[in-house]
C-alpha cells in the first residue's frame, strides 16, 4: 500500500508539473481514498477545484475538511467568495484576516474587490499604494498598472466629472497588450477618441504576434482578440464609421466565443447602431445581452445601460404597461440616472396623455430639483402642446431655485431658451433685458470670455438688429469683424446695422463685401427652382391694380357609358329593374321545380288542394284555360312585384349536417 501511495504522490506531482488540472483532480482522490486525513492533499484538491473554476465545491471542501485545521485556507475562501459573487461575506471575511496578518497580498484581494463592486476611487488608491511598494523590474509591476488603468477607466465611465480626467497616461514602449487595451479605455471614457483608436490598433496587432509566438491555438487567440476588436468597433460606431463598426460586431457574433460578455456588448452595440430597423431583431440581441451568464461577467454600468435598452426597446414596441415596470424597476436601483424619468413620462405622452405626462414631470422635478433633464422635457412637452407661457413658466421655476451669481444660468443654451420664450410670449423687452445680463456676465467671466464661440456673438448681434437696437448690433458686428475681417456674415450684418445709423460707414464697409458671380448662372432655372413657391401662385393685386380677374371655367365630365354601349340601339326600358322584377325572368333550377310544390297556401294555377280551386287565399282568382300566354306572364310579373320576399325565401338553401335546437 505504501508503495502504491508513492507512486500517486510521483503522478501527482508531475501532473501538477504539467498543469493537467482533470488529472490531478483524479490522483488527489486516489490518495483520499487511501488516506482521506491526509491535509497537504486535501489542499492540492482545494487549489485544483478553484483553477478548474469550480469554486462552491471548492467551498464546501474548505468547510467540512479545513475546519479547525493548521492550514489556514482563508485566501483561497476570499477568492471563491469573490467568484461567485459573495462580495459581502469576502469583506467581513477580508476585515477579520487584515486585523491579524500584514501580508501584500491581502492589498491584491482587497483592490479586486473594490473593483468588482465599482469602488473605483478606493480601488485606484489601493493600486497607487501596490505600485509604490513594487520594484519597476518586477513583472508584477506591469500587471498592477494594467489593473489601475482598468480602474480609472471605471471611474472615468461612472463618473464623467471625475478629477484623473486631466492626468496624462505615461505607457512604456515596452508595454504589453493588456495595458495599451486600458490606456485605450480611458482615453475612450475621455473622448479621446483619435488616441484610443490608436492604442486599440496596437494592441490588437501586439496581441496577435505575442499568442503566435505563444504556440496558442487559434480559438483561444481569437476570443483573445474579441474583447480588443469590439472595443475597436465601439471606437469606430462613436467616430461614425458605422459601416466598419457593424462588419466588426457581426464577424464577433459569428465566431461562436465562449466569452458571453463580448457577445453581450457585441450585441448591445450592434442593437445601438440599427436602432428601430427591426424589432424583433434587435428583442433576441437583448436576449443574448441581458443572460444571467453575460450578467454576472459585466460591470454595473454596463449593466445599466442593457437593462435601460431594453426598456426603450420595449416603448418602441409600444408594450407602455411593460416599459413602465421596467423603467421603475431600473429607477429603484439606479437613482441618479434621469434618463429614467423621461421614459416614464414619454410612455405616458405616446399614449396621447399629454397633461398626465406633464404631471409626471412635474413630480419629478419637485423630488429631483438638481436634474436639468427633467425641467426641459417639462418645457418641451409643454411647447409641443402649444403652450410657450406654461413652458416659461417651468424655466422660470427652475432659473430660481439656483442663486443669481451662479454661472449655470448663465450657459448659452439657457439664455437663448430664455429669450426665445419670452419673444414668444410677445415680451421682446425682457429678452432683451435677460440677453443684456448675459452679456455683462460673460464680459466679466475671464473663462468664458477668453473662449466664447462667435455663434453666440453673432445670434445676440442679430436679435439686437432684429428689435431695432441698430448701434449696440453695429458695435457687436464691428467686433466681429475685427477677429476675423474675412467673416462674410458678420461683414454683412455690420452694413445692415450701419445702414439704419451711419450710412457713410455702410457704403464704406459695403465696398468690402465679396461679390457675387453670376457669369455661371441661368437666371431663369433658378426662379423656377426656388423653394416655397407653387407654380400655380399669383401676385395679389393691390389697390391700382385695376385689372378684371376672368372666371375660372368649370371643367365638364364626359358620361359614364356601359362598355357595351351601342347609340343605334334602344336601350332596354327595365334595365333599372331588378333581375326577379322583370317581365322577361324566367326561373332556373330547383327554384324552378318548387314553383310547382309550393307549400300550403301558396298560389297554384288551376287551384289548391285537389285541384278544385277552393284554396284561393289571397284573393287571387284562379287562372282560366282562356288567358292567353302573355296575360299569364303579364299577372305572373304583378304578383312577383308585390311580393318580393316571399319569393327570395323561397330560394334560399338550407344548410346541411345541422341539428335543430331543441
Not at 450657459?411 to 445680463?437: C, F, H, N
Not at 457687436?476 to 462674410?488: F, G, I, K, N
Request: charged content about 25%; overall charge positive.
Amino acid at each position: 500500500m505504501a508503495s502504491s501511495v508513492q507512486t500517486l504522490f510521483a503522478e501527482l506531482k508531475k501532473t501538477i508539473a504539467e498543469g493537467n488540472d482533470e488529472l490531478t483532480l483524479q490522483i488527489c482522490d486516489k490518495i483520499i481514498k487511501e488516506n482521506a486525513a491526509d491535509q497537504t492533499v486535501l489542499h492540492c484538491k482545494a487549489v485544483t477545484l478553484i483553477r478548474l473554476g469550480r469554486y462552491n465545491d471548492a467551498l464546501q471542501l474548505i468547510a467540512r475538511k479545513f475546519k479547525g485545521s493548521d492550514i489556514d485556507l482563508s485566501f483561497e475562501k476570499i477568492y471563491c467568495y469573490y467568484r461567485t459573487n459573495q462580495f459581502q461575506a469576502a469583506f467581513e471575511l477580508l476585515n477579520e484576516i487584515k486585523t491579524r496578518s500584514s501580508n501584500p497580498g491581502l492589498l491584491f484581494l482587497e483592490a479586486q474587490l473594490l473593483y468588482s463592486q465599482d469602488k473605483f476611487t478606493e480601488c485606484i488608491r489601493v493600486y497607487e499604494m501596490l505600485l509604490q511598494q513594487t520594484n519597476k523590474s518586477d513583472p508584477v509591476y506591469e500587471e498592477i498598472q494594467v489593473n489601475l488603468l482598468a480602474a480609472k477607466a471605471g471611474l472615468a465611465f461612472t463618473a464623467k466629472k471625475a478629477v484623473l480626467a486631466s492626468e496624462p497616461i505615461e505607457l512604456s514602449a515596452s508595454a504589453q497588450y493588456e495595458v495599451a487595451y486600458n490606456a485605450a479605455s480611458l482615453h475612450l471614457a475621455r473622448s479621446e477618441l483619435g488616441e484610443a483608436r490608436k492604442q486599440l490598433e496596437a494592441a490588437r496587432k501586439a496581441c496577435n504576434d505575442r499568442l503566435k509566438e505563444e504556440d496558442m491555438s487559434q480559438e483561444e487567440i481569437d476570443e483573445e482578440l474579441a474583447v480588443i476588436a469590439t472595443q475597436l468597433a465601439y471606437t469606430y460606431q462613436i467616430q461614425g464609421r458605422v459601416e466598419e463598426a457593424m462588419e466588426i460586431y457581426h464577424s464577433v457574433l459569428a465566431s461562436d466565443l465562449k466569452d458571453a460578455s463580448v457577445n453581450a456588448v457585441a450585441s448591445n452595440n450592434l442593437l445601438a447602431v440599427q436602432q428601430q430597423r427591426d424589432l424583433g431583431q434587435a428583442a433576441q440581441k437583448l436576449k443574448t445581452a441581458s443572460s444571467k451568464e453575460a450578467s454576472a461577467r459585466l460591470k454595473r454600468y454596463q449593466k445599466r445601460v442593457i437593462a435601460m435598452n431594453e426598456t426603450l426597446l420595449q416603448l418602441y414596441m409600444k408594450k407602455y404597461d411593460a416599459c413602465r415596470d421596467s423603467a421603475c424597476k431600473l429607477i429603484a436601483t439606479y437613482p441618479e440616472n434621469e434618463t429614467l424619468y423621461l421614459v416614464l413620462a414619454a410612455a405616458t405622452y405616446q399614449q396621447r396623455k399629454a397633461e398626465n405626462a406633464v404631471e409626471e414631470l412635474r413630480k419629478y422635478a419637485q423630488e429631483k430639483p438638481e436634474m436639468l433633464a427633467i425641467w426641459f422635457a417639462t418645457i418641451q412637452v409643454q411647447l409641443l402642446q402649444s403652450q410657450p407661457a406654461a413652458a416659461l413658466g417651468t424655466l422660470e421655476s427652475y432659473l430660481g431655485r439656483l442663486n443669481k451669481e451662479n454661472s449655470e444660468r448663465y450657459k448659452p443654451a439657457i439664455v437663448a431658451l430664455e429669450v426665445w420664450l419670452y419673444e414668444q410670449t410677445g415680451q421682446s423687452d425682457r429678452a432683451m433685458e435677460i440677453l443684456d445680463k448675459a452679456s455683462q456676465h460673460w464680459k466679466m467671466d475671464a473663462e468664458f470670455s477668453s473662449n466664447t464661440p462667435t455663434s453666440i456673438m453673432k445670434q445676440t448681434a442679430a436679435f439686437k438688429l432684429k428689435t431695432g437696437r441698430f448701434s449696440e448690433a453695429a458695435a457687436d458686428y464691428e467686433q466681429l469683424v475685427r477677429s476675423d475681417p474675412t467673416d462674410a456674415q458678420a461683414l454683412a450684418g455690420l452694413v445692415a446695422a450701419y445702414v439704419e445709423v451711419d450710412p457713410i460707414k455702410a457704403k464704406q464697409y459695403g465696398s468690402s463685401l465679396p461679390g457675387v458671380a453670376l457669369d455661371n448662372l441661368d437666371i431663369a432655372e433658378l426662379e423656377s427652382m426656388v423653394p416655397g413657391v407653387k407654380r400655380g401662385y399669383v401676385r395679389k393685386p393691390t389697390n391700382g391694380d385695376k385689372r378684371r380677374k376672368m372666371p375660372k371655367e368649370k371643367k365638364k365630365r364626359k358620361p359614364l357609358l356601359p362598355k357595351d354601349y351601342n347609340p343605334e340601339r334602344t336601350p332596354d326600358p327595365e334595365r333599372w329593374i331588378p333581375a326577379r322584377e322583370r317581365s322577361t325572368y324566367r326561373v332556373k333550377g330547383k327554384a324552378k321545380k318548387a314553383t310547382g310544390k309550393g307549400p300550403q297556401g301558396t298560389y297554384i294555377a288551376g287551384g289548391g288542394i285537389g285541384g278544385t280551386g277552393s284554396a284561393n287565399i289571397g284573393g287571387l282568382k284562379a287562372a282560366t284555360g282562356g288567358e292567353s300566354p302573355e296575360q299569364q306572364r303579364a299577372n305572373k310579373g304583378k304578383a312577383a312585384s308585390t311580393t318580393p320576399a316571399k319569393t327570395s325565401n323561397n330560394n334560399k338553401k338550407k344548410k346541411k349536417g345541422g341539428k335543430n335546437k331543441w
